[in-house]
Structures are given as structure tokens and as C-alpha cells.
């Protein structure tokens, strides 16, 4: 089992910046990649961006590209998903996911951290 526990969310105005932090815990040492998803109110949830846990490669959904950047620290074993020049449309839930395998579906999920962005 892994648990991941989000915070770093909150309310900021247009143009600000946050930075997310994903602490996981548990069977660290099985996890192969974590992600960052958010979930707007009415939408589904949407992948941001993921960063393999142990060579730290990172691929990013074209919403992500050029505004959010993410990261780890092993020695932590947190990631983080820095968010620059934020808009009103970024408001969502934001969760962090671990993968245990390359392959297939997110095996675990944090509780999520509500990010608002004000115009």
C-alpha cells in the first residue's frame, strides 16, 4: 500500500503561482511513476503531468506545458507540481496518483487539494 497526501493548494490571484507537494508514504521503494490530475466542478478528472520515481523523467498533457513543471525528492519522497502564471480555469481539485507498474491504470490516490484561482 502507498498513501499520498496532498497540500500546498489554496487562493490566488491570476498570474500567481503555487507549488503542490504530494508526501507519500508506505511501499515507496515499489512505485514506478507519480502523476498529477485535477478535477474541475462539472468535468472529469484530467491528467497534468507525471515524473517517473526512480530515473525522474517527466512527460507533461499540453495543458501543462510551459506554466507547470513537476518534480521529486526522493530524499523526501515528495513530488511537487510548481503552477506559474495560474488562470481563473485552473480552479480544480488537484490529486497526485502513484503507479506501482509502466503500465496500466493509477493504483493509489491522495484525498486531493482544492486550488482557486481569482480573476
Known amino acids: 500500500q502507498v498513501q499520498l497526501v496532498e497540500s500546498g493548494g489554496g487562493l490566488v490571484q491570476a498570474g500567481g503561482s503555487l507549488r503542490l507537494s504530494c508526501a507519500a508514504s508506505g511501499r515507496i521503494f515499489s512505485m514506478h511513476t507519480i502523476g498529477w490530475f485535477r478535477q474541475a466542478p462539472g468535468k472529469e478528472r484530467a491528467f497534468l503531468a507525471a515524473?517517473?520515481?526512480?530515473?525522474?523523467?517527466?512527460y507533461y498533457a499540453d495543458s501543462a506545458k510551459g506554466r507547470f513543471t513537476i518534480s521529486r525528492d526522493n530524499a523526501n519522497n515528495t513530488v511537487y507540481l510548481q503552477m506559474n502564471n495560474l488562470k481563473p480555469e485552473d480552479t480544480a481539485v488537484y490529486f497526485c496518483a502513484a503507479k506501482m507498474r509502466r503500465w496500466g491504470s493509477y493504483d493509489y490516490w491522495g484525498q486531493g487539494t482544492q486550488v482557486t484561482v481569482s480573476s
Open positions: 515524473i517517473n520515481w526512480g530515473g525522474g523523467s517527466s
